[in-house]
């Protein structure tokens, strides 16, 4: 929502929509400020409303309840009487102005008032080259002006010899700086404080990951060893059984070994002993010595 600044322009008001407070009916538009040029005061304003704005309507400034972006709010009724004594007030808009020393300075094109108090400002004149002062507009401080009329305005000599140039919109600009950096602090706060609560989201959420991620490390890691411990014991108990079918083979080889020995020397013994039986010139004392140096040779 915009807002109305403090100080505006005379020309701002201008053409507004006029709305009553109370029956919301349409009261006109702006058509004129009545300024009291003694008290340097904006008393009212007149309204044109009806067809081609033929219909006049005053409120005094003291009515005002409201002055909105788009409308103006006032209570109370417009009088004939109030309508009289406002025609009667100065528009100040265009008149010469001439210092108490008798110099033209320029021209008035505009005066800023508070819109709470009706108070004019500063009025705002264009140069004409006066004493070298460039073609700008300048702030004439309202007890500058020693009197108005309706062409002209006489200010005291001394109080313009040095004026300042008005730049456009810098009290409002001011005001608008104040609250836009009043603004974004607030929210510059705000997001640092949702940064702080997403960090620290984002901070737990990673301390549960890595427990998580920890845990599943050390399963894992349990896994791998129990399937090395296993693969060990495989490997151990095949080559533990691989040694023991090797030594019973070989066992049984050499006892087989043996077998075959024993039985190639007993049928060569069998052998002698026949032949020997069949030879009796051999005596009996000579065949088992013989027997015995046979078995004592194998």
């Known amino acids: 929502m915009n807002k109305i600044p403090e100080v505006m322009k005379h020309s701002q008001l201008l053409k507004r929509l006029v709305l009553d407070q109370k029956t919301v009916e349409d009261q006109g538009r702006i058509e004129q400020l009545c300024l ?4 340097h005061q904006v008393i009212g304003f007149i309204c044109k409303s009806g067809i081609f704005g033929k ?15 788009d409308a ?8 004939q009487e109030s309508l009289d004594e406002f025609n009667n007030t100065v528009n100040i808009i265009g008149n010469e102005v001439w210092t108490d020393t008798g110099e033209k300075v320029g021209l008035i094109v505009e005066y800023l008032l508070n819109i709470k108090t009706g108070a004019v400002v ?3 004149f264009k140069s004409n080259g006066w004493r070298g002062v460039l073609n700008n507009i300048y702030l004439l401080p309202p007890e500058a002006v020693s009197s108005a009329g309706n ?3 006489i200010v005291v000599n001394s109080s313009i010899e040095n004026p300042q140039c008005y730049t456009e919109g810098v009290t409002q600009k001011i ?4 609250d836009f950096l009043q603004e974004d602090l607030v929210k510059t706060r705000e997001h640092i404080n949702v940064a702080k609560r997403e960090a620290k989201k984002l901070l737990v959420g990673f301390q549960e990951t890595a427990k998580v991620v920890k845990e599943q490390a050390q399963e894992k890691a349990q896994v791998v060893t129990e399937q090395a411990k296993q693969k060990v014991e495989e490997f151990q ?3 533990t059984e691989k040694k023991s079918r090797k030594s019973k083979q070989t066992s049984n080889d050499f006892s087989t070994k043996i077998q075959e020995v024993t039985a190639e020397a007993k049928e060569k013994i069998d052998g002698v002993k026949s032949q020997w039986g069949k030879n009796s010139n051999i005596s009996k ?8 140096d046979l078995q004592i040779h194998q």
Not at 55 to 67: L, R, S
Not at 175 to 178: C, K, N, R, S, Y
């Open 237 to 239: 108990s095949k080559s």
């Open 285 to 292: 004392d000579d065949r088992e010595n013989s027997i015995d």
């Open 55 to 69: 219909q006049k309507k005053v409120f005094a400034w003291k009515q005002i309840e409201t002055i909105g972006t």
């Open 175 to 178: 005001g608008l700086v104040q």
């Open 72 to 79: 103006t709010l006032v209570n109370g009724d417009s009088t």
């Open 122 to 124: 500063n009025y705002l």
């Open 36 to 39: 009291n040029t003694q008290s």
């Open 151 to 153: 062409k002209r305005v």
